[in-house]
């Protein structure tokens, strides 16, 4: 299993700019998730979801849009960016609420938008 | 709403000494309290979690549900413990993680 991966590992942006960060995983995990990581600030939820077809926003989900039609997959959307998106996104994954597994973690995004 | 809070942004120890990363949350249910560290630019990696009970790299964690605290502790530091450390809690229903704002550990050699 090449468990979640990110795409792309690096990219700048130009303010206003549309980009996706993919997401996928090949556990057949139901519950997946995007975070964001900004220095001092820890990890905060922008979006997740429970299962194909369903997603709910996070802490900050503000500026950002997601979708989730298959299992596998769960693209994060920036339709207009700006500088405060800047950061380093991460994308997990865990089977759902009867496994005792916990979340992992894909290598992450480091986006910046200038 | 649930919360994790990490006082110390930063610590440093030298090696061999030991070394407490302290963890507080407030949680009206009854939470499942988790460690995860995150070497140099590499993905987060689960260390241990409370229901394990287990040792993993010298490293253990008690949850205290009397002070809500899940301390992590190891009794000797070693250089390639030095990472982030980040405590978090995962509701009930078991759908979503909240983390506390990290612990940057250095241990000197």
């Known amino acids: 299993n090449a468990g979640v991966t990110q795409t792309p590992k690096f990219r700048i942006l130009k303010i206003g700019q549309s980009m996706t960060l993919q997401c996928t995983q090949d556990m057949n995990h139901n519950y997946m998730y995007w975070y964001r990581q900004d220095p001092g600030m820890g990890l905060k939820l922008i979006y997740y979801s429970v299962g194909a077809g369903i997603t709910d926003k996070g802490e900050v989900p503000n500026g950002y849009n997601v979708s989730r039609s298959t299992t596998e997959d769960f693209p994060l959307r920036l339709e207009l960016a700006a500088p405060s998106q800047t950061s380093v996104y991460f994308c997990a994954s865990r089977p759902g609420k009867w496994s005792n597994q916990p979340q992992h973690f894909g290598d992450g995004t480091r986006l910046s938008i200038l | 709403a649930q919360r994790v809070t990490q006082p110390e942004k930063l610590l440093s120890v030298f090696k061999g000494a030991p070394v407490e990363l302290k963890c507080n949350y407030s949680y009206s249910g009854s939470p499942e309290l988790f460690w995860y560290v995150q070497y140099s630019r590499q993905r987060l990696q689960l260390l241990l979690r409370?229901?394990s009970r287990e040792s993993i790299k010298g490293f253990t964690a008690d949850l205290n549900k009397g002070e809500t605290s899940f301390h992590l502790k190891k009794p000797f530091a070693q250089e390639e413990d030095s990472a982030m450390y980040y405590c978090a809690l995962e509701e009930t229903s078991g759908s979503r993680l909240t983390f506390g704002e990290g612990t940057q550990l250095t241990v000197n050699p």
């Open positions: 409370h229901i």
